[in-house]
T-cell receptor
Framework: GAGVSQSPSNKVTEKGKDVELRCDPI?????LYWYRQRLGQGLEFLIY????????KSGLPSDRFSAERTGESVSTLTIQRTQQEDSAVYLC???????????FGPGTRLTVL | EDQVTQSPEALRLQEGESSSLNCSYT??????LFWYRQDPGKGPEFLFT???AGEEKEKERLKATLTKKESFLHITAPKPEDSATYLC????????????FGQGTTLQVKP
């Protein structure tokens, strides 16, 4: 079946602009996650959605970062007033439940000039 | 603080030369230990989940094991196509689904 998809695959933006990254999870997966991977580093948790529960936003690095999820489908990660340190690969994952294996999308490579 | 540490950072093997990758974790009440494979420019690919000490899982040339403090990924007779970065992750403490990832071990298998 279809895996997790993300768009765009690459995004180049200028410092100070806002960007929106999209994630389509695997159908039927109630949990959705966003992670950030800086060059040569491990994955860093950003935010977690589980059904209709309040999201776990504990990993968002600043109030410039926000995310939304419509029901158990698409999620959008928004970064406002982008900075050069926001340059990274943003990975989305989904799972059947919060203790189940997470399946990752291909990521969006964000470059802030 | 929950922490996951992997070693070595990089490993070079000759084809057929077996070895092990280490993942040490400090997590209160482990609720799952995960191994992923990541190829350059791609998202991590799920390999295994381990839940309790003594548990083992196998897939082709890979076997993952778990103790109360560590997990090992054993690679038997590796092939060049096994070259990738291997990531270890653990569920954090508390009622959350977030994973705490190690920095990864980059494996290169030469023919």
């Amino acid at each position: 079946g279809a895996g997790v998809s993300q768009s765009p695959s690459n995004k180049v933006t200028e410092k100070g602009k806002d960007v929106e990254l999209r994630c389509d999870p695997i159908s039927g997966h109630t949990a959705l996650y966003w992670y950030r991977q800086r060059l040569g580093q491990g994955l860093e948790f950003l935010i977690y959605f589980q059904g209709n529960s309040a999201p776990d936003k504990s990993g968002l690095p600043s109030d410039r970062f926000s995310a939304e999820r419509t029901g158990e489908s698409v999620s959008t990660l928004t970064i406002q007033r982008t900075q050069q340190e926001d340059s990274a690969v943003y990975l989305c994952a989904s799972s059947l439940g919060r203790r189940e294996a997470q399946y990752f999308g291909p990521g969006t490579r964000l470059t802030v000039l | 603080e929950d922490q996951v540490t992997q070693s070595p950072e990089a490993l070079r093997l000759q084809e057929g030369e077996s070895s092990s990758l280490n993942c040490s974790y400090t997590v209160s009440g482990l609720r799952g230990l995960f191994w992923y494979r990541q190829d350059p420019g791609k998202g991590p690919e799920f390999l295994f989940t381990l839940y309790s000490a003594g548990e083992e899982k196998e897939k082709e040339r890979l076997k993952a094991t778990l103790t109360k403090k560590e997990s090992f990924l054993h690679i038997t007779a590796p092939k060049p196509e096994d070259s990738a970065t291997y990531l270890c992750a653990a569920h954090g403490s508390g009622n959350t689904g977030k994973l705490i990832f190690g920095q990864g071990t980059t494996l290169q298998v030469k023919p």
